[in-house]
Every structure is written in structure tokens, then in C-alpha cells.
């Protein structure tokens, strides 16, 4: 009877969805104040009744329900507590449950922490989250049920991929999926603005610190994916180009164009059109990437079972998304208020650049992403593109950005001088290049990636903080929040390209047939095999590598990879041993046993400065994070509040399109 | 022209050449890094590329997988129930390889006619089954097998 409730929520949410999408819409168009006046209560009852639903569907986990069908292939009765929470998004339907409870979640922020915007323009934009949230809602109910039931329900379940019973996996999907939908609100913002006719300055600050927190979001998300693929697949590789990871790389790197020209819209009114463009983009290329994970039509180590009747519900879906919001766009651009002009040096410039740059390589990385697919229907051949591709067109893109990023808070908007600018960031520059040779030579690593690796993350560390002087010039107090955000995600970006030239250059990866007893010896560390173990779990049984790692003569540590075997599904798994450090990780994983005297193939790595990607990648999502809680987005907004009847007044005579 | 018309126009052209470099460097960068997929039945056609590194897919056929005991070397036969090919990888196998599975390989063939593999892919999801070795099998007219696995 419960799950039944839970159906019965996502209809109800269904329901108020449309209900919110229709009469308020009507409303603001019309500017009625009663009809408008429903939209908070729709909404507040849209988000109750989508966490009611996953709330049945947690329920149904914790009290193993395998008359759910969902829970049957997700679950079983030897699954740990809390892999039966996670379990919930463990799946395609519970995963687009979350997303929908998410996408509420984020409405009904909009709700509370705008309350200052104008009643018309707020009602747009929830009314048109409301439309993404018909349209995610309607997927579900029609294609992808998560409380499909069978009866009589099997004594036992599946089990949820031994993949994703880790600690890391729990977080990596609502992360990024908090990013992905987060990315709604800039959407629902833009368009809002554009059915008002009113695309202006105010319109951007509201929509900063959102944008700003999706995108935060989306970093940390696919900075856990990348550590999880780390110590999960036993590969050893933080990055793959598989298909999948582009699809959330994509709009991360639309995304981060877009907080970057929302920051000159809001500032000097430049770009103005441009900035609503990429909104949409943003939202669009987080749509385009579920239907990529969810249709099946890609080849990647992430596909879930899928069937085609889905992604060609996703695809439709985008296209009226996508679709509506670009002819809307057409029709109404020729109103976006006209941008403000600048000089050749000046930050309008700077952003412009990183803008050029993070859109161009957004189409880079689609362009491969989708190549395979075109290919392939237009009947040419099936290809994939390997990484060899990504990573060329990204070393060509990224280091113009890597060079020009301290120039950019350097510059003053509209007109500067390039000697004002350069000035400081000589030495910086200078600093950056010795010290970048110096700590190469320490470490001994002598590549030219190494090398320009450390030149580049230094610059970027020392040209931001650079910054820090220059703007404390003649302040009494100290800096603004959404600035210190800025000089941490610069920063953090330094941290990351040092992780990654190191990476890439200085990796030692030995794969070796090692018997009990017999020892593995890579640039200075030794690792003694001992013994091999049987071991068990809860729901798992294991072969355990029990190896002594030394440093010369001195005893550092012992390391115990696994390989383990699920009872249900009997699904093995590398269950990688660790040994994290500052400045190296030691990395060992099991590969199989050769024979019957215990000799297994092993794989050993030793991977420095591997710790400097992940703590770059979480910089940036601080920053970001620290940036949007600067007062002034969500003061200023409040202010407005005190004019709101001239604002609705003026949308209120706009003609939709 | 005036000299914000000036201006703008170098702008322009700055953006266009820049675009157009990247497209071009993008065009043969890709051409390089493209990996054909090509089936048992193709290879016994000769229907591939023959000078590039290719993307071999089918099913581990059953009792073909032969291990050395004192390397890390391993031998199997890819199959799509039509034709065979021997791949020779030397390496870790990834958790999911087993025989009656499906299987992609990357490489090229030597002078003897085996396929020598320097990446065995195999997917996280025991009941997923990478597409284009779900075509080839139906190509191949063993469609069943797959669905059976």
C-alpha cells in the first residue's frame, strides 16, 4: 500500500506543477496579483509531495520491499544501512527521482531567498521551473517508474553495482545533480527575463549567486566522480574522457563561461544578450547530458541498462526546452538592452577571452562526445574518439586561459593601461618561472610538462595573489566575500594544473606477477608480498594482499588491496589499497590470481601530487561557494524590493511571444 | 573606418582566425585519435583499416582464454559466433572479463594475424552490453546470445 502513496505524490506533484506553470504564468502576463499570489503555495505543495515520494521510496529500502520492482533489482537483504539510502539514486528511476525532489528543492529556495524580487518576474521563474519539472515528472511516471511493482515480490533482491557501495558514491550523484539542476534556476531566470521583455542589470545580480551555487555544486560533483573513478576502478586514473564524464563537463565549462559574463553583464551591462544565451546553454547541455547517460546511445564505462524509448523522451523533451527557449531568445533579443562599450585593454576584454575560450572548448569536447553518435547514424562508420583528441585540444585551449587568468581581476573594466597591469605581474611571472625550474629540478622531475606544469600553477597562484595587494591598496576594510571566492578559485586552479602536469609526467605504474614472499621494488619503495588471505564482509568475500611497504631499510606501513566477490549477483570488485600523501599517493590493486600457489598479477602506481587535482577542484568549488555568499547579491535584491510596483507595471504591459 | 570600427573589426578577425585554427587543429587532431570499431566477421573479410590502431569488439568465447603461468600474458578468442580472433594482451584484466561476456579491445594486428591488444575495456554493470557489440552479434545473426548472457 505505501508505494502506491508514493505514486500517488508524483501524480499530485505532477498536478501542482502544471497547475503552477499555467494559472500564475497567466497571471504574470496579466498581472493579476490573486493568481499570481498561488505560486508559493503551488510550489511549497510540489516540493512536499516529491519529497513525500522519495520518501516512500527510502522507506521501501529500509524495510526491503521486493514487491517494488525498483527495489528488487536495487537491493537485498545483505545490503549495509546505509548503501540502502544511497541505493535510492543507485538506479536510473530513483536517480530521477532525486533529481525532480532536487529540482523542487531548489524552487522552493528561489521562493524563500527571493522574496525581494518583483512578484511578476519571481512568478516567471518558478513558472518556468515549473515546466522543466512537468516535463522530468511525466518521464518518470511514464517511462521510468520507480514504484512499478511485482507481485508476489521475490524472497530476496538483486544488489545495487558493488561500484557504487562506497562512500564516495553516496555524494557524487546529488552533488552533481544539485549542479545540473541548479543550472534551472539561471535557465528559468533568463527566460523569466525574456518573457518580461526586461533583460537588465538587476536581472543578473539576482540570478548570480544561484548560478554561482549550482556551479559550485557541479565542480564538487565531478570532482568526486573523478576521485571515486580513482580508488574504485583500480586503474588508478582520475579522468577518462568517457562520454559520460564529458556530458557533466560540458556544462561545467558552459557554466563557468556563464558566471564569468554574468559578472560583466552586472558590472558594466556588457554582453547582455551573450549572458542569456549561455543560460540557456548552461540548462541545455545539463538536459543534453542526461539524455547522453540515460538513452543508452553511448558506449561508457557509466551506462546504466537503458532502452531508447527514454532518451527519445529526453530528446523530445530538449527540444521543446531548448527549442522554445532559443525561439523566444530570437524573438526577443532585439529588446535585450544594447551593451556598453569598452576598450581593447580592459577586464571586459579579459572575461570576453575567457569567455571565447570556455565556450570554444565546450564545443571541443562536444564535438568529440557526439562525433561517434553522427557518425554512426549518417550510416559513415562506428568510431570512438579516444582521449588523445580531448587532451591535445584541451592542452591548446586551457593554456592560453592558464597565461591570461591574472591579467583578468588585474584590469579595470571599460579603459587601462597594459603597464599598469603588467607591472605587478612581471614579478609574479618572473618569481613563478624560477621557482617553477627550481622545484622541478628538486623533484627530479625533468619533463617539459612537469616543468611548464609548475610555471603555470605558480603564476597562477602568485599572479592572483598578487591581486590581493593591489585591491587592498587604500582599503580600510578587507576584501569583499565574492572576491575572496575569485582569488580561491584562481588559486585553486594553480593548485589543480600543478596536480596535473605532475600527474601526467611523473606517474610509475608497474604491473607485476608477484608471489608470497617476494617484493616489488619502484624508486625507492619496497613492497613485500607476505601472504594472501581469504576475508569477509557483510556481503561480500574477499582475497586479501597483505603487503609491507619499506622506504630503503625503514618499515613504513602494510597495504591490504582486496579483491572482493558480492554474494547476490556474484559480482567481482578491485578494492583498492591507499596510501594517501601530500605530495605522492602509493596505489596498489589485485588484478587475478595466476596459479594455485598464490601468485596474483599486481598493480603498483605511485602517482604524485595526485591529492593537488582534487584539492585544486575543491578550491574552485569553495570559491564558488564564498563568492555567492557575498552580501551584496542578496542586499541589493532586498532594496528593490521597496520598488516593486514599478517593475510589475512595466512587465505587466509586455505581450508574450 | 573609424577607430572603434577599427577596433572592432580587428576583434572580429582575431575571433575567426582563432576559431578557425582551433577547428582546423580539431579536425586533425580527431582524425588521429578516431578508433574504428570492426567485428570478428569484418577481420575475417578484411574489411578495416589496416594501418591504424582499431577497436575490436565481440564476446570472450568460452574455454579461450589461456593465462601464463609466470607473465602476465593472456590469450582469448573474440568472437561474434561466426568468426574468431585470437587477442593477446599482456596485462591486468579488468574485473568484468570473463568468457560469454562481452568485450572490447584496442590495438592492432601483427604479422601473424593475432591481435595484439593494449586495452582490454570491459563495463562496470555485469547485465550492460556495449552497443556495437550488440550490433555485430545481430549482424553476425546471433543476436540471442547476447540477450542470454
Known amino acids: 500500500m505505501i508505494p502506491e502513496l508514493g505514486q500517488i505524490s ?7 506543477a502544471t497547475l503552477l506553470a499555467t494559472i500564475p504564468m497567466y497571471g504574470a502576463w496579466k498581472n493579476n496579483e490573486r493568481l499570481m499570489a498561488l505560486a508559493p503555495s503551488l510550489v511549497i505543495g510540489h516540493f512536499v509531495f516529491a519529497l513525500m515520494a522519495y520518501l516512500v521510496l527510502t522507506v521501501a529500502f529500509i524495510n526491503h520491499d521486493f514487491t517494488v520492482t525498483y527495489v528488487a533489482m536495487n537491493s537485498n537483504l545483505l545490503l549495509p544501512f546505509a548503501y540502502r539510502l544511497s541505493a535510492v539514486w543507485g538506479g536510473h528511476e530513483g536517480s530521477l527521482l532525486l533529481w525532480i525532489l532536487m529540482l523542487a528543492g531548489w524552487m522552493l529556495a528561489v521562493l524563500m531567498f527571493s522574496r525581494a ?16 519539472s512537468i516535463g522530468f515528472l511525466l518521464f518518470t511516471l511514464l517511462t521510468s517508474n520507480p514504484f512499478d511493482r511485482i507481485l508476489p515480490g521475490p524472497p530476496d533482491g538483486q544488489d545495487m553495482n558493488p561500484l557504487l557501495q562506497d562512500p564516495g558514491m553516496i555524494f557524487h550523484p546529488p552533488l552533481l545533480y544539485m549542479g545540473y539542476v541548479g543550472f534551472a534556476v539561471a535557465f528559468g531566470f533568463a527566460i523569466a527575463g525574456l518573457l ?7 536581472w543578473v545580480r539576482w540570478s548570480r549567486p544561484w548560478t554561482l551555487i549550482a556551479w559550485a555544486f557541479l565542480t564538487a ?9 580513482y580508488y574504485e576502478l583500480g586503474w588508478g586514473g582520475w579522468w577518462f574522457w568517457d562520454p559520460v564524464e564529458n556530458a557533466s563537463f560540458i556544462p561545467w565549462l558552459i557554466g563557468t563561461a556563464l558566471i564569468h559574463s554574468q559578472a560583466v553583464t552586472e558590472k558594466r551591462g556588457a554582453f547582455p544578450a551573450w549572458t542569456v544565451l549561455l543560460a540557456i546553454a548552461a540548462f541545455s547541455m545539463s538536459l543534453l547530458g542526461t539524455f547522453l547517460v540515460r538513452s543508452g546511445v553511448l558506449t561508457s564505462v557509466h551506462a546504466f541498462a537503458n532502452d531508447p524509448e527514454r532518451g527519445l523522451f529526453i530528446l523530445g523533451f530538449m527540444t521543446v526546452i531548448t527549442g522554445g527557449a532559443l525561439l523566444l531568445y530570437a524573438l526577443r533579443a532585439p529588446r535585450i538592452m544594447a551593451g556598453e562599450g569598452f576598450d581593447f585593454v580592459s577586464r571586459e576584454t579579459a572575461l570576453m577571452l575567457n569567455n571565447m575560450f570556455f565556450a570554444v572548448s565546450a564545443g571541443m569536447v562536444l564535438l568529440g562526445t557526439l562525433y561517434p553518435l553522427v557518425s554512426d547514424f549518417m550510416g559513415w562508420a562506428q568510431v570512438s574518439v579516444g582521449p588523445p583528441y580531448f587532451s591535445a585540444m584541451f592542452i591548446l585551449l586551457m593554456t592560453p586561459v592558464v597565461m591570461l587568468i591574472p591579467f583578468g581581476p588585474m584590469s579595470r573594466w571599460r579603459k587601462d593601461e597594459i603597464t599598469r597591469i603588467a607591472k605587478p605581474l612581471a614579478i609574479s611571472a618572473v618569481v613563478a618561472i624560477v621557482l617553477g625550474f627550481a622545484i622541478a629540478a628538486y623533484l627530479g622531475a625533468w619533463s617539459a610538462r612537469a616543468i611548464t606544469g609548475w610555471i603555470g600553477g605558480l603564476w597562477l597562484i602568485f599572479g592572483t595573489f598578487s591581486y590581493v595587494r593591489t585591491a587592498l591598496k587604500g582599503r580600510r576594510r578587507g576584501l569583499p566575500r565574492h572576491q575572496i571566492g575569485m582569488i580561491m578559485a584562481h588559486a585553486g586552479i594553480g593548485v589543480f594544473v600543478i596536480g596535473v602536469a605532475m600527474v601526467s609526467s611523473s606517474t610509475l605504474q608497474r604491473d607485476v606477477r608477484v608471489e608470497p614472499g617476494q617484493t616489488v621494488e619502484i624508486e625507492g619503495y619496497r613492497f613485500e608480498l607476505l601472504e594472501v588471505v581469504p576475508v ?7 582475497d586479501e594482499a597483505r603487503f609491507k611497504v619499506f622506504r630503503g631499510d625503514r618499515e613504513l606501513f602494510d597495504m591490504a588491496p582486496q579483491k572482493r566477490r558480492y554474494h547476490r549477483g556474484g559480482q567481482v570488485m578491485t578494492q583498492v589499497a591507499l596510501r594517501p600523501g601530500f605530495t605522492r599517493d602509493l596505489y596498489i590493486a589485485m588484478g587475478e590470481r595466476l596459479n594455485d600457489d598464490n601468485a596474483w598479477s599486481i598493480r603498483i602506481h605511485i602517482k604524485p601530487f595526485v591529492r593537488w587535482i582534487w584539492g585544486g577542484a575543491l578550491l574552485l568549488a569553495l570559491g564558488g561557494l564564498v563568492s555567492a555568499s557575498d552580501r551584496r547579491y542578496w542586499r541589493e535584491s532586498r532594496a528593490q524590493a521597496r520598488k516593486p510596483a514599478q517593475h510589475a507595471g512595466q512587465a ?6 | 573606418m573609424t577607430p ?8 572580429v578577425m582575431l575571433i575567426l582566425v582563432g576559431v578557425g585554427t582551433a577547428t582546423a587543429i580539431a579536425v586533425t587532431t580527431m582524425n588521429d585519435s578516431i578508433l574504428f570499431f570492426v567485428s570478428p566477421t569484418n577481420v575475417a573479410e578484411q574489411d578495416f583499416p589496416h594501418d591504424r590502431r582499431i577497436r575490436l569488439g565481440g564476446l570472450v568465447a568460452n574455454e579461450s582464454v589461456k593465462r601464463a603461468t609466470d607473465s602476465l600474458e593472456v590469450n582469448f578468442d573474440v568472437t561474434d559466433g561466426n568468426h574468431d580472433v585470437t587477442v593477446a594482451f599482456t596485462g591486468i584484466l579488468p574485473d568484468l572479463f570473463r568468457e560469454g561476456q562481452g568485450v572490447i579491445a584496442h590495438g592492432r594486428f601483427d604479422t601473424q594475424g593475432v591481435f595484439q591488444a593494449d586495452e582490454i575495456l570491459a563495463r562496470h554493470d555485469e547485465t550492460y552490453m556495449p552497443p556495437e557489440v550488440l550490433r555485430a552479434l545481430e549482424d553476425a545473426g546471433h543476436p540471442i546470445e547476447a540477450s542470454m548472457q
Open chain 1, 221 to 229: 560533483g565531478i570532482t568526486l566522480g573523478s576521485w571515486w573513478a
Open chain 1, 652 to 657: 505587466g504591459d509586455e505581450v508574450p511571444a
Open chain 1, 117 to 132: 524580487l518583483p512578484t511578476v518576474y519571481r512568478t516567471r521563474v518558478l513558472a518556468v521551473m515549473g515546466i522543466v
Open chain 2, 4 to 11: 572603434t570600427r577599427k577596433k572592432r573589426l580587428a576583434v
Open chain 1, 10 to 16: 508524483l501524480i499530485l506533484a505532477l498536478i501542482l
Open chain 1, 536 to 542: 569477509k564482509g557483510q556481503n561480500w568475500i574477499a
Open chain 1, 196 to 202: 518580461g521583455g526586461k533583460v537588465e542589470r538587476d
